[in-house]
């Protein structure tokens, strides 16, 4: 490719490219009859680090840099992993937090939450193991997840370029989600992300002024009551309250080393104050 090539193909990528989102949401915890699965094929892990291996071979370093942050305020991701390979080959990205000032350039909308919501987005399943369930079983371990560490989230929110049919799809006939607000999303380069100035509608939700987690309003927009779509949400023997917890955790972020703020900061072998690598700390 040519210099001059490159640096349109640059330009062309900090053009803000914009896309309708429609914003979705369902209660928590899901609900017992819906359990489903992927197959032995695969199996399920929740990440709350950014060094996990499987993570790293699937994003890129810049990605996980970029979401440390975010991951030091309760970010997770669910990952598929596939047996056979050992390899992820699903994930879907949630924080439990609102993001902060800042978090766009990361890669973060602009959502806010209430105390009891949470918000998935990058949902994504590799092409070669599509319609096998994965997308959805992911939905159930995020539930159980969320159930095992997060037990206060009553909502869920999740989102979808309307555009894209298969996300829809699964969001509405499968996640059981049902849309609250639409807005404008704007994506500069590779990470950086946004909300279109007043392109919420309407304007009471997760990405307004005004919504739940402003505390002027607890009612969840939308939810269905009656007909075939109402169901007993909120469930207390739901799914996700199993009372065998077989989840595979990977939670070994920032304890590798000694506890830095030791009084007595350990020694390494050359004598100098220890490092994460020069003593690997023992649980
Ligand atoms: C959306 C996506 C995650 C679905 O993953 P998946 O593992 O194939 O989903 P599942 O096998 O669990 O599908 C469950 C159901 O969702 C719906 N669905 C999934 N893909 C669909 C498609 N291409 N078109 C229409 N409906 C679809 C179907 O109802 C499906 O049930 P069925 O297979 O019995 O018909 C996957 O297609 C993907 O990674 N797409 C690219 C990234 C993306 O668009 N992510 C969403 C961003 S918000």
């Known amino acids: 490719m040519s210099v001059v090539n490159k640096l349109k193909g640059k330009v062309e990528n900090l053009k803000p490219r914009v896309s309708e989102c429609a914003i979705v949401v369902r209660p928590l915890p ?10 032995d094929d695969f ?11 499987h993570l790293v071979a699937l994003e890129p370093a810049r990605r996980l840099e970029l979401m ?21 080959i699903g994930k879907m990205w949630l924080v439990s937090e609102s993001p ?6 990361r890669g973060l909308l602009p959502i806010q939450l209430a105390k009891d919501e949470i918000f998935l987005f990058d949902l994504w399943v590799h092409k070669d193991f599509r319609r096998n369930a994965v997308g959805i079983t992911m939905a159930y371990e995020m539930g159980a997840a969320v159930d095992q560490f997060f037990p206060e989230a009553r909502w869920v929110y999740g989102y979808a370029h309307v555009d894209n049919e298969a996300s829809m799809q699964l969001m509405s006939l499968v996640y059981g989600m ?9 994506e500069i380069g590779d990470y950086h992300v946004g909300m279109v100035p007043n392109s919420d509608s309407p304007k009471f939700g997760p990405f307004s002024k005004r919504g739940r987690h402003s505390g002027d309003g607890f009612q969840m ?22 009372t065998v917890n077989d989840a595979v955790i990977s939670d070994d972020w920032m304890w590798p080393g000694p506890e830095w703020f030791d009084t007595e900061h350990p020694k390494g072998s050359d004598g100098k104050p220890a490092t994460p690598e020069t003593l690997p700390r023992s649980m």
């Open 178 to 186: 049902w849309t609250v607000q639409t807005m404008k999303e704007y």
């Open 68 to 88: 440390k942050g975010p991951f030091a305020r309760g970010a997770l991701v669910i990952l598929a992993i596939h047996k056979p390979t050992d390899t992820a």
């Open 43 to 53: 199996y399920f892990k929740i990440v709350f680090d950014p060094t996990d291996r």
């Open 30 to 39: 899901l609900i017992a009859d819906e359990i489903i699965s992927a197959g």
């Open 221 to 242: 927009p939308g939810r269905p009551r009656s007909g075939d779509t109402a169901r007993d949400y909120h469930h207390r023997e739901g799914f996700a309250r199993r």
């Open 100 to 105: 902060v000032a800042g978090d766009g350039k």
